[in-house]
């Protein structure tokens, strides 16, 4: 999964502008969400996967913080960009001769 | 499915039903027609994007007011099969004025038969823009960075739904 599409869940997506405004542990971000903690856990596994946030241990807990090379986040959102730039292009080439 | 974060390129491809020849014409003759409107570096909505079909030449929006953002030099012209330009646009979504730090796009047009084109984008040298990433550190936590970001992203996604 791209940085797009790990962003493209609401909750997902909340989860990680909680996480971009500072650094936080699992349950911290279960606390302030209407969802599991498992299901944070899970959606933060995937944001990882996408390059979009790092973890590391303190004591017991894993705190989650944003990765913030920036390169995650600029490639899913050129990613993005130039699907949708094929996608409309594909659309207006195919379109009758007479048209372009 | 992973997208690993050292990979410093975009690539993606599509297959069109017209001939490579008309293909290339109407990605660089349309390109108004086809960049996502919501990519917007003016103050003002666009009126229209227009790509120089030249080396040297410029992409650039001009806004309903006539302001102008150019955010592109075309490095490469070769119809019908090839065009390589450059991205001069930061991770901020800004104008990149270190022109040494853009990245480029190259679009390749591929002949599958007379009727069908293959076009392959490549968007690399993405990590070229963090050169300056470094000293935006503290910008990325004030309005122009990761929350605009996430705007941008929230604004779309929500188009999309």
Known sequence: M????????PTRRLVFELVVARPRAVGELAAQLPVTRPAVSQHLKLLKTAGLVLDHAEGTRRIYRVNRDGLAALRAELDRFWN??????KQLVEQPQEDA | MTAPVQDTSVRTEIVVDAPQERAFRVFTENFDRIKPREHNMLAVDIAES????????????????????????????EPPGRIVFTWDINPYWQI???????????????????????????HRNLDRHGDGWEGMREGVRGGDGWPLYLRRFAAVTVEDG
């Open chain 1, 2 to 9: 791209d940085g797009w599409a790990a962003l493209a869940d």
């Open chain 1, 84 to 89: 949708q730039t094929l996608a409309n292009f």
């Open chain 2, 50 to 77: 227009v790509f120089e079909p030249r080396v040297g030449g410029r992409v650039y929006d001009r806004g309903v007011d006539g302001t102008e953002c150019r955010w592109a030099r075309v490095l490469a012209y």
């Open chain 2, 96 to 122: 990149e004025t270190d022109l040494d730090t853009s990245s480029e796009v190259e679009v390749r047009f591929i002949a599958e038969s007379p009727g069908r084109t293959r076009v392959e984008l490549e």
